[in-house]
């Protein structure tokens, strides 16, 4: 059997609460920054005010992600890339012992796709058509994972579960 990879990589959309909080972070470092200024003294007022600049941008960068799909042979790999810097591993999931994968638009699987104890959103953020819904069991959790694949890459995990992958019609 040949084996299978295939990779594919998804950018994740910011969402209101996204900017809001980029926004509170701003807000915060600059009265944070002010208050060190005024009663920090010439001596820990500079390095306060650096670690909080640090401390902001570090937070701020959290907010710029992506998602990357791998699938090698049967398994997936789903990793988030933050500032397209720092790479973490989200879940590896057997595609052989998944329950099921359908479009979150998919009304004939609706209850199937609402199970889920933990919702992990690997998505791009829009939830639109190419929003898939992944249901798993792993170390005793049921989890709801939501990706968006491209049709290249939808193709390739039906391949691996065609009894459990529907892609939508």
Do not use: W
Not at 18 to 28: F, K, M, P, R, S
Not at 84 to 91: A, F, G, M, N, Y
Not at 113 to 142: E, F, M, P, R
Request: charged content about 25%; overall charge positive; glycine content about 8%.
């Amino acid at each position: 059997m040949a084996e299978i990879f295939k990779e594919y990589l998804v950018k994740q959309t910011k969402s209101n609460m996204d900017n809001l909080a980029q926004t509170g972070i701003v807000l915060g470092a600059v009265i944070i920054a002010g208050a060190a200024f005024l009663f920090g003294g010439q001596l820990i007022g500079p390095i306060l005010i650096l670690g909080v600049l640090f401390g902001a941008a570090a937070l701020f960068s959290k907010f710029n992600k992506e998602y990357e799909y791998i699938l090698t042979n049967n398994e997936l790999d789903i990793d988030v890339i933050f500032n397209r810097s720092k790479r973490k591993r989200v879940l590896t999931i057997n595609m052989k012992a998944i329950e099921i994968m359908a479009s979150i638009h998919d009304d004939r699987r609706k209850s199937e796709l609402q199970k889920g104890n933990k919702v992990i959103n690997a998505s791009d953020g829009k939830n639109g058509a190419n929003t898939y819904a992944i249901i798993t069991s792993k170390d005793g959790t049921l989890y709801k994972i939501l990706i968006t694949p491209n049709e290249a890459f939808l193709n390739e995990l039906h391949k691996q579960a065609p009894h459990k992958v529907f892609k939508k019609i």
